[in-house]
């Protein structure tokens, strides 16, 4: 079940560039995403969220985009800070179908090198 | 700043056993979810829950696999016959009810080694 999909297992940005983390879906019912980060030997923590109708969310230093046409979404973390390198996970769900549950994708590991 | 909470934090256990994973939801909050993550691999969801009952569960929450809300602020997993491919972390999550709360927040986990 790849219903989302995250291609790059890791990524290595130099601190104060732009880290761009990319995510994929299949499912034409998902309708919500969100981005967490997870560091070793914890849970996932919420980074931001974008519903199907909206192209791009932004918080702080942290942009979300989608291209539902693409079924494509993106983060973006500028200027990426050495606190920024943890495991990221997109996930999805159709709560406009009723369905709540997360589809998570296999995750990034970002690096960022001081 | 209010979070989910989740003990304990690691549970080692003999194949066969049974084992109960305890979480604390965030307190305003009514909709409550299981995942897991065996390593190596995605988090998966495993069962929601709302209202005092289930709301939907995944095909990998079968007969071996219960959740209770025993009072006002727990909210339990039980296994009640523990293999070995149940060895996983397990997070809680909870969210709260409302136009703009589509937002699940994750415990730190309980790491379940089955022997």
């Known amino acids: 079940d790849q219903q989302v999909k995250q291609n790059s297992p890791s990524l290595s940005v130099q601190e104060g560039r732009i880290s761009i983390l990319n995510c994929d879906y299949t499912?034409?019912?998902?309708?919500?995403f969100l981005w967490y980060k997870k560091y070793p030997a914890e849970g996932p923590t919420f980074l931001i969220s974008?519903?199907?109708?909206?192209d791009k969310n932004e918080d702080g230093r942290f942009t979300v985009f989608l291209n539902k046409s693409a079924k494509h979404l993106s983060l973006h973390i500028v200027p990426s800070q050495p606190g920024d390198s943890a495991v990221y996970f997109c996930?999805?769900?159709?709560?406009?179908?009723?369905?709540?549950?997360?589809?998570f994708g296999t995750g990034t590991r970002l690096t960022i090198i001081p | 700043e209010p979070e989910v909470t989740q003990t304990p934090s690691h549970q080692v256990t003999q194949m066969g056993q049974e084992v109960i994973l305890r979480c604390v939801p965030i307190?305003?909050?009514?909709?409550f979810y299981w995942y897991r993550q065996i390593l190596g691999q995605k988090v998966e969801f495993l069962v929601s829950?709302?209202?005092?009952?289930?709301?939907?569960k995944s095909e990998i929450f079968d007969d071996q696999f219960s959740v209770e809300r025993p009072d006002g602020s727990n909210f339990t997993l039980k296994i009640r016959s523990t293999k070995l491919e149940d060895s996983a972390m397990y997070f809680c999550?909870?969210?709260?009810?409302?136009?703009?709360?589509?937002?699940?927040?994750f415990g730190p986990g309980t790491r379940l080694t089955v022997l």
């Open positions: 999550a909870s969210r709260a009810e409302g136009i703009g709360t589509d937002t699940q927040y």
């Open positions: 307190s305003n909050h009514l909709y």
């Open positions: 974008i519903s199907s109708i909206k």
């Open positions: 499912n034409s019912m998902f309708d919500y």
């Open positions: 829950f709302y209202n005092n009952e289930i709301s939907e």
């Open positions: 996930a999805a769900s159709a709560r406009g179908f009723g369905n709540e549950k997360l589809t």
